[in-house]
């Protein structure tokens, strides 16, 4: 049979029986109803058919897409932070040093390390001026007096008017001639310790300022999210500098008897 019959057969057909035409439709390929069915909204308590899975999208970070660089970024921040920190607390140490020496009762050169002596003549290291032990030598007599000798007599003044500056509790410089001075540094009472430690107390509370300002600026840098965890590793760092801030206080109070 030639397929003009077959195509006149099949118009016959299907007037003759409606639902003969029905075997002459466009099979619907499976791979389309798959598809629609990815893209149907899932009912409320309706379970997947056994052995077919809806693959969804997952959500896709913005360090996935850049790898690293937010992470490189926050890490050359995070090690600033921690250098400037570790500057705060390295001063605080110094300073309190001095002020426990004082409470002690111990007389060495290193009470006078707080002057800086501002000469007119001379270059100095910075605006606060030059430190004593560079234009003088600085020795202890008989275990309870401080000697300063200058290297040379004019800037005997000089020296004279630093150490007034300096406002060290204790030191009242007496000169003993052209080219000396001479500090008798007495016993310090209950009373000398306890306004040192409080000294020591507010040095402590500005550099806990300090570090918590370090911390703000680096967080605003690098914008970071509430709950990443860039914010968590500073705020350890933060926590771990201010820490050792008390560390240094409780140990100074320790020395001195102060509670």
């Given at each position: 049979?030639?397929s ?7 118009r ?7 639902t ?6 466009r ?7 798959q ?8 009912r409320?308590?309706?379970k ?14 913005t360090?996935?897409l ?16 921690e ?5 705060i607390l ?7 040093a001095g002020?426990?020496?004082r409470?002690?009762?111990r007389?060495?050169p290193?009470?006078l390390?707080?002057?800086?002596v501002v000469?007119?003549?001379h270059d100095?290291a910075d605006?606060?001026?030059v430190?004593l032990?560079e234009?003088?030598?600085?020795g ?13 007599e ?57 570090i ?10 690098g ?6 965890v ?12 201010s820490?050792e ?15």
């Amino acid at each position: 049979m030639s397929s003009r019959h077959l195509n006149h057969f099949a118009r016959g057909l299907a007037r003759t029986s409606p639902t003969a035409s029905l075997c002459w439709q466009r099979p619907v390929s499976t791979s389309l109803i798959q598809q629609i069915r990815t893209y149907a909204a899932k009912r409320k308590g309706e379970k997947e058919p056994k052995g077919e899975k809806i693959k969804h999208t997952p959500i896709v970070s913005t360090d996935a897409l850049i790898p690293g660089s937010q992470r490189i970024a926050a890490g050359e921040e995070y090690t600033k932070a921690e250098g400037k920190m570790k500057a705060i607390l390295d001063k605080y140490r110094k300073d309190v040093a001095g002020l426990e020496l004082r409470a002690s009762g111990r007389v060495t050169p290193a009470i006078l390390s707080p002057v800086r002596v501002v000469l007119p003549d001379h270059d100095n290291a910075d605006s606060k001026g030059v430190r004593l032990e560079e234009i003088a030598t600085v020795g202890v007599r008989e275990g309870t007096t401080l000697l300063i000798t200058v290297f040379e007599e004019h800037t005997l003044k000089y020296v004279e008017d630093a150490l007034y500056e300096a406002k060290l509790p204790g030191v009242v410089p007496q000169k003993a001639d052209a080219r000396t001075i001479k500090i008798p540094m007495p016993k310090p009472t209950v009373e000398a310790r306890q306004a040192m430690i409080a000294t020591a107390q507010k040095q402590a509370e500005d550099a806990r300022v300090q570090i918590r300002k370090q911390q703000q600026t680096s967080l605003k840098k690098g914008k970071y999210a509430k709950y990443s965890v860039e914010m968590d590793e500073f705020q350890s760092l933060t926590d771990k500098y201010s820490g050792e801030i008390d560390k240094v206080l409780a140990e100074a109070k320790k020395n001195t008897g102060s509670k």
